[in-house]
Nanobody, 121 residues
Framework: VQLQASGGGLVQAGGSLRLSCGAS????????MGWYRQVPGKQRELVAI???????SYADSVKGRFTVSRDNTNDTVNLQMNSLKPEDTAVYYC????????????????WGQGTLVTVSS
């Protein structure tokens, strides 16, 4: 299974970016997809997740500014980030919790390679 993320970059405070992540490989069902972020010296933290049924959960710090969405047909998850702040600067990681065609009994946890988002003040 591979997760391929794209869409990071440099943006000024108040601007917007859209991250996308596609999953491919030995996938039977993706239960949860989402985004986490990490800055040097700190633990990776949840940004937003979405279930296969469309239920979402957001970090308090991004509520009202970020929107997570997914396309179950294409196994993709997106993160629309608006009103970006310098404190949103981090490496953003795509995550998927899924069952595999070759093993439907266990939920596997996969991470993408990370994409850097830099918000300048």
């Amino acid at each position: 299974v591979q997760l391929q993320a794209s869409g990071g970059g440099l943006v000024q405070a108040g601007g917007s970016l859209r991250l996308s992540c596609g999953a491919s490989g030995d996938i039977f069902r993706i239960n949860v997809m989402g985004w986490y972020r990490q800055v040097p010296g700190k633990q990776r933290e949840l940004v937003a997740i979405i279930t296969s049924g469309g239920s979402t959960s957001y970090a308090d710090s991004v509520k009202g500014r970020f929107t997570v969405s997914r396309d179950n047909t294409n196994d993709t998850v997106n993160l629309q980030m608006n009103s970006l702040k310098p404190e949103d600067t981090a490496v953003y990681y795509c995550n998927a919790r899924l069952t595999r065609i070759t093993d439907k009994t266990y939920e596997f946890n996969y991470w993408g390679q990370g994409t850097l988002v830099t918000v300048s003040s």
